[in-house]
Protein backbone atom coordinates (compact mmCIF):
# COMPACT_ATOMS: atom_id res chain seq x y z
CA UNK A 1 0.00 0.00 0.00
CA UNK A 2 0.50 -1.06 0.85
CA UNK A 3 -0.44 -2.64 -2.71
CA UNK A 4 -0.07 -3.86 -0.29
CA UNK A 5 3.03 -3.57 -2.01
CA UNK A 6 1.20 -5.42 -0.59
CA UNK A 7 2.44 -8.05 1.79
CA UNK A 8 4.98 -8.87 -0.53
CA UNK A 9 7.34 -6.01 -1.00
CA UNK A 10 5.95 -3.90 2.42
CA UNK A 11 4.20 -6.01 4.30
CA UNK A 12 6.79 -8.24 5.41
CA UNK A 13 10.21 -7.79 5.83
CA UNK A 14 11.86 -8.58 2.53
CA UNK A 15 14.94 -8.23 4.75
CA UNK A 16 15.18 -5.09 3.93
CA UNK A 17 11.99 -3.49 3.93
CA UNK A 18 8.43 -2.87 4.22
CA UNK A 19 5.06 -2.70 4.93
CA UNK A 20 2.33 -0.05 4.17
CA UNK A 21 0.08 1.31 7.07
CA UNK A 22 -1.56 4.19 8.92
CA UNK A 23 -0.57 6.35 11.56
CA UNK A 24 -2.32 9.19 13.38
CA UNK A 25 -4.25 11.43 11.79
CA UNK A 26 -7.13 13.48 11.98
CA UNK A 27 -9.60 10.99 10.69
CA UNK A 28 -8.60 7.61 12.60
CA UNK A 29 -8.24 4.18 10.31
CA UNK A 30 -8.03 1.49 12.77
CA UNK A 31 -9.78 -1.68 13.10
CA UNK A 32 -13.57 -0.54 13.12
CA UNK A 33 -12.80 2.84 12.96
CA UNK A 34 -13.61 5.46 10.38
CA UNK A 35 -13.27 5.05 6.96
CA UNK A 36 -10.52 7.63 5.70
CA UNK A 37 -10.88 10.59 2.86
CA UNK A 38 -9.09 13.50 1.33
CA UNK A 39 -7.67 15.67 3.72
CA UNK A 40 -9.95 19.26 3.47
CA UNK A 41 -6.60 21.21 4.17
CA UNK A 42 -5.33 20.38 0.53
CA UNK A 43 -4.71 23.55 -1.29
CA UNK A 44 -4.13 23.79 -5.50
CA UNK A 45 -0.36 24.23 -4.81
CA UNK A 46 -0.53 20.80 -2.03
CA UNK A 47 -2.50 18.50 -5.37
CA UNK A 48 0.36 19.79 -7.39
CA UNK A 49 2.82 18.79 -5.68
CA UNK A 50 1.31 15.47 -5.40
CA UNK A 51 1.25 14.45 -9.30
CA UNK A 52 3.14 11.41 -9.85
CA UNK A 53 4.29 12.27 -5.92
CA UNK A 54 3.98 10.27 -3.40
CA UNK A 55 4.02 12.09 -0.07
CA UNK A 56 3.79 10.65 3.54
CA UNK A 57 0.92 12.44 5.68
CA UNK A 58 2.62 10.95 9.11
CA UNK A 59 3.78 7.86 10.51
CA UNK A 60 4.17 5.95 13.04
CA UNK A 61 6.57 3.02 14.66
CA UNK A 62 6.63 2.33 17.72
CA UNK A 63 7.33 -0.82 20.37
CA UNK A 64 4.20 -2.22 22.72
CA UNK A 65 4.76 -4.16 25.36
CA UNK A 66 5.00 -7.87 25.72
CA UNK A 67 2.54 -9.73 25.25
CA UNK A 68 0.94 -12.16 28.11
CA UNK A 69 3.26 -15.25 26.92
CA UNK A 70 6.29 -12.93 26.91
CA UNK A 71 6.26 -12.41 23.11
CA UNK A 72 7.53 -8.59 21.91
CA UNK A 73 5.40 -6.81 19.63
CA UNK A 74 5.02 -3.42 17.56
CA UNK A 75 3.12 -0.95 15.27
CA UNK A 76 4.23 0.47 12.07
CA UNK A 77 1.71 3.33 10.34
CA UNK A 78 1.84 5.19 7.48
CA UNK A 79 -0.23 7.38 5.64
CA UNK A 80 0.77 8.23 2.53
CA UNK A 81 -0.92 10.03 -0.52
CA UNK A 82 -0.09 10.74 -4.72
CA UNK A 83 -2.20 12.09 -7.55
CA UNK A 84 -2.34 10.33 -10.74
CA UNK A 85 -3.95 10.62 -13.95
CA UNK A 86 -4.87 7.10 -13.94
CA UNK A 87 -8.76 6.56 -13.53
CA UNK A 88 -10.12 4.94 -10.57
CA UNK A 89 -11.23 2.05 -12.01
CA UNK A 90 -7.71 0.94 -13.51
CA UNK A 91 -6.61 1.19 -10.44
CA UNK A 92 -9.18 -0.58 -8.41
CA UNK A 93 -8.58 -3.33 -11.46
CA UNK A 94 -5.03 -3.61 -10.07
CA UNK A 95 -6.03 -4.13 -6.28
CA UNK A 96 -8.37 -6.85 -7.80
CA UNK A 97 -6.35 -8.84 -9.74
CA UNK A 98 -4.89 -11.07 -7.78
CA UNK A 99 -3.51 -13.36 -10.58
CA UNK A 100 -1.35 -10.42 -11.38
CA UNK A 101 0.51 -9.69 -7.83
CA UNK A 102 3.81 -11.51 -8.54
CA UNK A 103 4.19 -9.40 -11.58
CA UNK A 104 3.27 -6.11 -10.33
CA UNK A 105 3.89 -6.46 -6.33
CA UNK A 106 6.53 -8.65 -5.96
CA UNK A 107 4.22 -11.70 -4.25
CA UNK A 108 4.87 -15.37 -5.13
CA UNK A 109 1.33 -16.11 -5.20
CA UNK A 110 -2.27 -14.37 -4.27
CA UNK A 111 -5.81 -16.32 -4.88
CA UNK A 112 -9.24 -15.96 -3.82
CA UNK A 113 -10.04 -18.74 -1.82
CA UNK A 114 -13.48 -17.61 -0.33
CA UNK A 115 -15.84 -14.56 -0.72
CA UNK A 116 -17.03 -12.52 2.62
CA UNK A 117 -19.45 -9.90 2.53
CA UNK A 118 -18.99 -7.39 -0.09
CA UNK A 119 -15.30 -8.77 -0.86
CA UNK A 120 -12.96 -11.26 -0.80
CA UNK A 121 -10.37 -13.28 1.55
CA UNK A 122 -7.16 -13.72 -0.44
CA UNK A 123 -4.30 -15.92 0.71
CA UNK A 124 -0.72 -14.80 -0.28
CA UNK A 125 2.65 -15.95 -0.71
CA UNK A 126 5.25 -13.16 0.19
CA UNK A 127 8.08 -15.46 -1.76
CA UNK A 128 11.28 -16.53 -0.16
CA UNK A 129 11.93 -13.66 2.33
CA UNK A 130 8.04 -13.62 3.56
CA UNK A 131 5.49 -15.39 4.75
CA UNK A 132 2.02 -16.67 4.57
CA UNK A 133 -0.84 -14.92 5.21
CA UNK A 134 -4.59 -14.63 4.36
CA UNK A 135 -6.08 -10.94 4.04
CA UNK A 136 -9.67 -9.25 3.51
CA UNK A 137 -10.11 -7.22 1.22
CA UNK A 138 -13.93 -5.70 1.44
CA UNK A 139 -15.12 -2.87 -1.04
CA UNK A 140 -17.12 0.62 -0.72
CA UNK A 141 -19.63 0.81 -3.30
CA UNK A 142 -18.86 3.86 -5.28
CA UNK A 143 -20.95 6.77 -4.07
CA UNK A 144 -21.78 10.53 -5.72
CA UNK A 145 -22.24 11.12 -9.01
CA UNK A 146 -20.89 14.36 -9.19
CA UNK A 147 -17.64 13.57 -6.96
CA UNK A 148 -16.92 9.72 -7.48
CA UNK A 149 -14.90 8.21 -4.91
CA UNK A 150 -14.38 4.84 -3.97
CA UNK A 151 -12.43 3.02 -0.56
CA UNK A 152 -11.12 -0.35 -0.30
CA UNK A 153 -10.39 -2.00 2.78
CA UNK A 154 -8.01 -5.00 3.68
CA UNK A 155 -7.41 -6.35 6.88
CA UNK A 156 -5.81 -9.44 8.36
CA UNK A 157 -8.06 -12.97 8.65
CA UNK A 158 -7.93 -14.37 12.17
CA UNK A 159 -7.62 -17.43 10.32
CA UNK A 160 -4.08 -16.63 8.45
CA UNK A 161 -0.68 -15.50 9.60
CA UNK A 162 -0.45 -15.28 13.91
CA UNK A 163 2.75 -13.09 13.35
CA UNK A 164 0.65 -9.75 12.08
CA UNK A 165 -2.52 -8.63 13.83
CA UNK A 166 -4.52 -5.76 14.27
CA UNK A 167 -4.31 -4.80 10.82
CA UNK A 168 -6.28 -1.89 8.63
CA UNK A 169 -5.24 -0.92 5.31
CA UNK A 170 -7.64 1.95 3.23
CA UNK A 171 -7.27 2.80 0.17
CA UNK A 172 -9.24 5.77 -0.68
CA UNK A 173 -9.52 6.98 -4.77
CA UNK A 174 -11.57 10.00 -5.80
CA UNK A 175 -11.75 12.00 -9.34
CA UNK A 176 -11.11 15.56 -9.31
CA UNK A 177 -10.34 18.26 -12.13
CA UNK A 178 -6.79 20.14 -11.33
CA UNK A 179 -5.75 22.99 -14.47
CA UNK A 180 -8.50 20.86 -16.96
CA UNK A 181 -7.17 17.48 -16.39
CA UNK A 182 -8.95 15.03 -14.55
CA UNK A 183 -6.93 13.17 -11.74
CA UNK A 184 -7.07 10.28 -9.04
CA UNK A 185 -6.37 11.35 -5.91
CA UNK A 186 -4.90 8.46 -4.25
CA UNK A 187 -4.44 7.89 -1.06
CA UNK A 188 -3.34 4.91 1.48
CA UNK A 189 -3.11 4.42 4.91
CA UNK A 190 -2.20 1.35 7.06
CA UNK A 191 -1.46 0.25 10.59
CA UNK A 192 -0.31 -3.05 11.82
CA UNK A 193 1.29 -4.79 14.96
CA UNK A 194 3.93 -6.98 14.29
CA UNK A 195 5.76 -9.69 16.13
CA UNK A 196 9.15 -9.43 17.12
CA UNK A 197 12.28 -10.38 18.26
CA UNK A 198 12.52 -13.03 14.72
CA UNK A 199 15.33 -11.27 12.87
CA UNK A 200 17.80 -9.11 14.73
CA UNK A 201 17.48 -5.59 14.79
CA UNK A 202 13.92 -6.80 13.06
CA UNK A 203 12.26 -3.72 14.60
CA UNK A 204 14.79 -0.84 13.95
CA UNK A 205 15.26 -2.60 10.28
CA UNK A 206 11.35 -2.34 9.62
CA UNK A 207 11.13 1.21 11.10
CA UNK A 208 14.09 2.81 8.70
CA UNK A 209 11.64 1.38 5.79
CA UNK A 210 8.79 2.08 6.52
CA UNK A 211 7.84 5.70 5.28
CA UNK A 212 10.17 5.18 2.10
CA UNK A 213 8.09 1.41 1.37
CA UNK A 214 5.25 3.13 1.06
CA UNK A 215 5.77 5.62 -1.19
CA UNK A 216 7.50 3.00 -3.68
CA UNK A 217 4.11 0.92 -3.19
CA UNK A 218 2.10 3.97 -4.36
CA UNK A 219 4.53 4.45 -7.12
CA UNK A 220 4.46 0.62 -8.00
CA UNK A 221 0.13 0.78 -7.63
CA UNK A 222 0.14 3.16 -10.23
CA UNK A 223 2.58 1.70 -12.75
CA UNK A 224 0.66 -1.12 -12.23
CA UNK A 225 -2.70 0.37 -12.90
CA UNK A 226 -1.25 1.87 -16.13
CA UNK A 227 -1.51 -1.13 -17.77
CA UNK A 228 -5.24 -1.86 -17.24
Not at 137 to 151: C, F, G, K, R, T
Request: proline residues 4%.
Amino acid sequence: MSILYIAMKNKFFCVMGLIFILPVFSVSAQIGGSEIGMPSALNEADLKNLIDNPVVISALAKELPDDKDGKEWFTLACDTHILTLIPIEKIYAALKDFASYPKNFGAKEAKIIRTQGNGDVVSTSAGKFGVNSTYVYLQSEPVNSDAEHLIVRISIDTEGDQTIKNMDTQYYMKTLTLDGKTYTYLRNSDTTDYLGGRLPFQFTVMKGGNESSHKDGLKDLVKAAAKY
